[in-house]
Nanobody
């Protein structure tokens, strides 16, 4: 089993910045991909950004140029740097790790979610 712990959410004014972190512990052979998703009230959960262990990143159009996803493989931790935040970025943000527990067994794990509120 793998546990994910998120941190870094909070209240920020429009135009401000926040950095989210997600740390994984447990039975980890390899973390293939890490991703950030968000869900606003009344909306479905949507992809924000993902990055593979090779460093290939994909972003939602709505966050391109403002958000940066990164990972520290030595620490089994993923980050989401969010700049130029807008009120429409307000949501609960979830991290997701795709983890190999051995050469063949792959599973997805989700963090508990962290609230990001952008408001003046």
């Amino acid at each position: 089993q793998v546990q994910l712990v998120e941190s870094g959410g909070g209240l920020v004014q429009p135009g401000g910045s926040l950095r989210l972190s997600c740390a994984a512990t447990g039975s980890i052979f390899r973390i293939y991909a890490t991703g950030w998703y968000r869900q606003a009230p009344g909306n479905q959960r949507e992809l924000v950004a993902t990055i593979t262990d090779g460093g290939s990143a994909v972003y939602a159009d709505s966050v391109k140029g403002r958000f940066t996803i990164s990972r520290d493989n030595a620490k089994n931790t993923a980050y989401l740097q969010m700049n130029s935040l807008k009120p429409e970025d307000t949501a609960v943000y979830y991290c997701k790790f795709t983890v190999y527990s051995n050469l063949y067994r792959r599973s997805d794990y989700w963090g508990q979610g962290t609230q990001v509120t952008v408001s003046s």
